[in-house]
């Protein structure tokens, strides 16, 4: 079992940058692969990035391609997502989650997921 715990959340202009972190509990962080979605208000929940348990392979929607960076510190048991010329329709609830399987990483068959963080990016 893992739990999950997102922070980096806030508000912020259009253009700038925020980073979030997503910490694990438990000992077998390196075993998950991580990824990250977001969910704006009245819309689905979709993927944003994932990553492989040793962070050699990263997958990112085509929406964040080259503005979003995943990365992850198995030490400290944290993935990140740098986030950069941050656009309004980023505005959402970003959170993290964990499987053992990099099949279908870009799909929602996640095992574990945080409770999120609030992104807002102002026009």
């Known amino acids: 079992q893992v739990q999950l715990v997102e922070s980096g959340g806030g508000l912020v202009q259009a253009g700038g940058s925020l980073r979030l972190s997503c910490t694990a509990s438990?000992?077998?962080?390196?075993?998950?692969?991580m990824g990250w979605f977001r969910q704006a208000p009245g819309k689905e929940r979709e993927f944003v990035a994932g990553?492989?348990?040793?962070?050699?392979?990263?997958y990112y929607a085509d929406s964040v391609k080259g503005r979003f960076t995943i990365s992850r510190d198995n030490a400290k048991k944290t993935v990140y997502l740098q986030m950069n010329s941050l656009k309004p329709e980023d505005t959402a609830v970003y959170s993290c989650a964990a499987r053992t399987s990099i099949v279908d990483v870009t799909t929602e068959t996640y095992d574990h997921w945080g409770q999120g963080t609030q992104v807002t990016v102002s026009s």
């Open positions: 990553i492989s348990w040793s962070g050699g392979r990263t």
């Open positions: 438990g000992r077998t962080f390196s075993s998950y692969v």
